[in-house]
């Protein structure tokens, strides 16, 4: 016999427990006895997370400057003196000073933060040429159009790297010194530039495009730099192997953040003398103040911090644990009221008949 669609049972499935769903199924009964001590634990759990977590991130010390320059905030006001619509002059310096009166454990990390920035703008977060960074070199010669307005300069010539990401590169830097002893020279503190950017951005995602007769420059030849820039890509670092698109500061900028304030690391502290912290005393910290944020109402702070085991200084993780911990063991409690009531309601019914 021969069998066709149209054939009686011809989709029918097979005969067996599973396919005709004659399995054996558990299903849980949610009675008082499991459902109240569960509300009891966990709560209890998260609070106990909550509270280590809270108190790990308030033991995690924090030094901070807001170097805007906004008026009678410090003498980075002179650098900020020019007109908001316009970048501040170049290379305008200015300092901080300030003094630890005991030891600031180590390591400690410099990052610089941003306010009022939305790097998480959609038409900005997607102005960039991956193909491009990952050193393709078509991509380096015909950008993708996400990236227009800054595709290609007023000569034509493909910007490299282009996009609007690419062109807000953050370009203030800091030089930390010490003094030592007290009343004596300031002596530099050494900063650890290295290692600053996620690894699989730096060794995954951005690549050089392959050097032409042993020179970066002749392979980023017919490119033209993103317009705020002002120098080329390939001289951003004298280091062969921090240069080009796997700079780390060009890389760390590339991660973009999902909130309008943020914090990007810019280096470590933990070499010499400063492996274990910094010691007590008077510190300078030199900026060169280059990136205009007045213009969109933003502010720029440095910070020194240290860390825990649980990473940088956030008490949002610790209450919000506790928040959610104190709401289950206040609903367990609610659900235990309610339950007495009713149980006992239930046995004087009983007793009456």
Not at 171 to 190: C, I, K, M
Not at 325 to 339: A, K, Q, R
């Amino acid at each position: 016999m021969t069998w066709s669609a149209t054939t009686p049972g011809a989709h029918q499935p097979d005969n067996t427990a599973f396919t005709q769903q004659r399995l054996p199924a558990w299903q849980p009964l949610l009675s008082a006895g499991i459902t109240l001590p569960l509300f009891f634990c966990v709560g209890l759990a998260f609070i106990g997370l909550g509270l280590g977590l809270f108190y790990s991130s308030n033991g995690i010390k924090e030094l901070d400057y807001d170097y805007t320059g906004d008026a009678g905030t410090g003498n980075c006001s002179l650098c900020a003196l020019a007109d908001q619509d316009r970048a501040p002059p170049r290379n305008c310096s200015c300092a901080w000073y300030f003094s630890l009166p005991e030891l600031f454990q180590g390591p400690v990390y410099l990052y610089y933060e941003l306010t009022n920035f939305y790097q998480n703008n959609r038409r900005y977060g997607v102005s960039r040429d991956d193909s491009q960074l990952s050193g393709l070199p078509s991509s380096l010669r015909h950008p993708v159009n996400e990236c227009a307005p800054y595709q290609y300069s007023a000569a034509g010539r493909p910007i490299a790297p282009c996009g609007a990401i690419a062109n807000s590169l953050f370009n203030d830097s800091f030089t930390l010194w010490h003094q030592r002893p007290a009343g004596g020279p300031y002596v530099e503190v050494p900063l650890d530039r290295t290692g600053i950017a996620w690894w699989t951005d730096y060794h995954v995602k951005f690549h050089n495009p392959p050097l032409v007769n042993g020179s970066l420059a002749l392979a980023f030849r017919g490119t033209a730099q993103p317009p705020n820039w002002p120098q080329p890509v390939y001289k951003l670092s004298s280091d062969p192997n921090n240069t080009g698109f796997i700079n780390q500061d060009f890389v760390v900028w590339m991660r973009t953040a999902a909130l309008p304030t943020f914090r990007k690391l810019y280096a470590r502290i933990r070499q010499g003398n400063y492996s274990t912290g910094l010691p007590r005393g008077a510190y300078r910290v030199n900026i060169t103040y280059n990136y205009p944020v007045r213009a969109f109402g933003g502010h720029k702070r440095i910070i020194f911090t240290s860390i825990s085991w649980m990473g940088g200084k956030n008490p949002f993780l610790g209450i919000a644990y506790l928040v959610v911990g104190s709401l289950c063991i206040l609903t367990g409690f609610v659900m235990l009221v309610v339950y007495i009531r009713y149980q006992d309601q239930n046995d004087e019914d009983e007793d009456e008949e």
